[in-house]
């Protein structure tokens, strides 16, 4: 559903010790771990065979177990989003800084509003540069030295830019806040790789057990395909997913992430074809990136709801639309016993009429309604919070994988691709490679999962790198085994000889 069709029900809100290192940029790379799962293909219902899981399943329902029969009903809780501080952190370190104002209050209101998480959506700083990293990190000391955990992620003004866009540069985003910031940390589960670009982490409240995925700016094939493979790893969890840019005005899907800063990755569509559909225990997307308040309501391919929030209040500066903020933050108020998630949107420099004449918080920009108890920004959704979750993953999705790279260097030539499919549906790509741009081709083969995610490298399958190698040809088997032909000309002398390559299974 988009913006006119969703179906709102308004709602009126009544220093830790640091480490040595931790400035210090981690090394980028790590490797990956093959994704043991398929893609689906087709967008819809249910998804065959169910196994063992299936006895749980019928048990569940026929027995009408619910989560207040087991046990006692969770508390009441909140999660706090803070969108976009990009404009704070670039106005610089003071004591007036919104920024901090926001970190204090979560802190001081942690008790009264039973905050038990807190997620940053991206945009940590505008300019990438030292001076806003500093702004950033001591913002998050506040949360730090309150004991309060709180995940981050970057988003594109936290890349470095180059080349009229952005690279996959997040060295200073990682210097603050990588993998060793938050290790150690109870609730911090990890991250893909040795950079804290992707990562995940854990909270509970009572019986309710929830996974928090947090995915880098346009996220890569090998973001998408490490968070398949986490969410499958975490079947009892119940998921949110959170990524910069994801929704749009109007509540439409923001699909041109990469494209406007010209970067690999993938939008909102991507996103949701290939990750959050398939997953039954996925039910909340968030994201910030577009200056705008949306929530748009999709059903996932086993017909359960994914709520999906947008939030981003940039724009917001004193009494007028420009670049600032004006101390904007969401909370969702999770009521188990009813059901119903509660989205409270409010500033936390109320009073301040430098801001706000006569103090009253009020939106000044036309993206949204201009009232802050308008039901843009305070409304409420159902969420099933008394039923145990039960898992399943589609492997009959609306799309299988959209465009990807198969070479692994952009660089040099790549000609006469060939591919073979087993019926598991992993495939072996074979290639001609001249990446160097010497002129001299070798063969290269890739394997890949039916989803699209890398079941072996990229590397060469002829065992003469000499001369030259042409017109490669691929069979795999139904166990995955596979030979390459090729027309080999090693010598160099003209004349080429047909070359045979048999592999096992990767």
């Not at 919070?385 to 070479?407: I, K, L």
């Not at 660089?411 to 290639?431: A, F, K, N, Q």
């Amino acid at each position: 559903m988009t913006k006119g069709s969703r179906s709102f029900r308004p709602f009126t809100p009544h220093r830790e010790n640091r480490r040595s290192d931790r400035r210090r940029p981690s090394p980028t790379g790590g490797l990956l771990r093959r994704a043991p799962f398929l893609f689906p293909r087709l967008r819809g219902g249910g998804g065959g065979g169910l196994g063992i899981l299936g006895i749980g399943i019928v048990f569940l329902f026929l027995a009408g177990t619910t989560l207040s029969e087991c046990q006692p009903t969770p508390e009441e809780f909140s999660i706090v989003l803070l969108p976009d501080t990009q404009y704070y952190s670039a106005s610089g370190d003071s004591s007036g800084n919104p920024y901090y104002h926001q970190t204090t209050w979560i802190v001081e209101n942690r008790e009264a509003e039973k905050i038990r998480f807190v997620l940053h959506l991206g945009d940590m700083t505008d300019g990438n540069t030292e001076a806003e990293w500093v702004v950033a990190d001591k913002a998050h000391d506040i949360l730090d030295a309150a004991g309060i955990p709180y995940t981050v992620i970057p988003g594109n003004h936290d890349y470095t830019r180059g080349g009229g866009g952005i690279i996959r540069d997040t060295a200073r985003y990682n210097a603050w806040f990588g993998p060793e910031r938050f290790a150690g940390k109870p609730w911090y589960g990890g991250s893909l790789g040795a950079t804290n670009d992707n990562n995940y982490a854990f909270f509970t409240v009572g019986a309710l057990k929830f996974l928090v995925v947090n995915l880098e700016y346009a996220p890569t094939r090998d973001a998408i395909c490490w968070a398949n493979d986490l969410i499958r790893r975490h079947p009892t969890h119940r998921v949110i997913v959170v990524t910069h840019c994801y929704l749009s005005h109007g509540g439409q899907g923001a699909d041109n992430c990469a494209d406007v800063y010209d970067m690999a990755g993938g939008g909102a569509d991507t996103l949701w074809e290939e990750l959050i559909q398939r997953h039954s225990n996925v039910f909340l997307v968030l994201s910030g990136h577009i200056n705008d308040s949306e929530h748009v309501e999709r059903r996932g391919v086993f017909g359960n709801v994914v709520h999906e929030v947008l939030t981003d209040y940039q724009f917001e500066a004193a009494r007028a639309c420009g670049r600032f903020g004006n101390g904007w933050l969401r909370l969702l108020r999770f009521h188990p016993a009813e059901n119903r998630v509660d989205v409270v949107t409010k500033s936390v420099e109320a009073g301040n009429t430098t801001l706000f004449v006569d103090g009253v918080p009020w939106f000044f920009c036309n993206d949204y309604l201009p009232n802050p108890e308008g039901k843009d920004h305070q409304f409420s959704f159902t969420y099933d919070m008394t039923t145990p979750v039960v898992y399943r993953f589609s492997e009959e999705g609306s799309t299988t994988f959209h465009d990807r790279t198969v070479n692994a260097t952009l660089t040099g030539t790549h000609l006469t691709p060939d591919i073979d499919r087993s019926v598991t549906g992993e495939s072996v790509v074979v290639w001609e490679d001249d990446s160097n741009g010497n002129g001299l081709f070798e063969i290269y083969g890739r394997g890949l999962s039916a989803g699209g995610c890398e079941t072996f490298p990229a590397r060469v399958l002829n065992a003469v790198s000499d001369g030259q190698q042409r017109n490669p040809a691929v069979a795999i088997d139904d166990a995955g085994n596979f030979v390459v032909v090729w027309e080999d000309d090693a010598d160099g002398n003209g004349l080429y000889q047909i070359m045979g390559r048999g592999f096992d299974a990767a």
